[in-house]
């Protein structure tokens, strides 16, 4: 159900990790593969939140590290689509690395949960799905 | 607005050209790019629909030919994270093919537009964003 704060246990969407005692949660993408290459569908009703934007970050030098902020009150869901990404996450006194690729693993991550980037190689692609529009406000440096 | 036809004006997504006399539109995103790389916001409510889905598509071998159908309500927004795509349009008796790549342009299609799509090399990603719930009954080959 859109909103609520559960995946749907019926999804093809899976939760497969939890992090930060339930601050970020990893989940699995189920893909459709064959000869013909590999498809991997995200229905948004399967989503604790029902995204309002969406940002992709390429073009990133090798090594080069973004973000580095929390947000107030944004879930935001991140999945890597080319390439590596590592994921370092904080909240209050833990914290979690997490090396994303592009495997259909994906971390989901709540608000005030502190978030940085590190573009492995060359040529990585990051997709973000946010729950709310962008607001210059919501930023928490940490 | 969500839901209407037309693209928000004061919106940063700006519609750069028109196909199939307006059943396909093709869309710019804008970038924001320094030397630590780009970053492409997509705010949904600059859509012209709400998106209830998303779907990614990689792993194809160069040269591999997806899709060929078109959807009887459903409308979609096609674009390139990664290498090149070539996209056949085809409504009633016209056609068109535009290349997409990894430079934040978009093809937005309306319901009925049958769509095939050519992986040009390795490496390429399309994501695709759905108006509509995945329904095996919207699927209307050509």
Redesign the interface.
């Known amino acids: 159900m859109p909103g609520d704060q559960t995946l749907a246990e019926t999804a093809g969407l899976t939760e497969i990790g939890s992090l930060l005692g339930g601050q970020a949660r990893l989940l699995r993408l189920p893909a459709q593969?064959d000869?013909?290459?590999?498809?991997?569908?995200?229905?948004?009703?399967e989503l604790p939140f029902i995204?309002?934007?969406?940002?992709?970050?390429?073009?990133?030098?090798a090594g080069?590290t973004?973000g580095g902020h929390a947000h107030a009150s944004c879930r935001q869901l991140l999945?890597v689509?080319?390439g590596e990404v590592m994921i370092e996450l904080r909240y209050k006194q833990k914290q979690a690395n997490f090396l994303l690729s592009?495997n259909g693993r994906a971390i989901l991550i709540e608000p005030e949960v502190w978030s940085r980037q590190t573009?492995v190689g060359e040529?990585s692609?990051l997709?973000v799905l946010a729950s709310e529009?962008?607001d210059d406000d919501s930023y928490v440096s940490g």
Chains 1, 2 share one sequence.
């Open positions: 593969a000869v013909r290459g590999s498809l991997r569908p995200l229905e948004f009703s995204p309002k934007r969406l940002f992709v970050v390429d073009d990133v030098p080069v973004r999945l689509l080319a592009a573009y040529g692609v997709l529009p962008y």
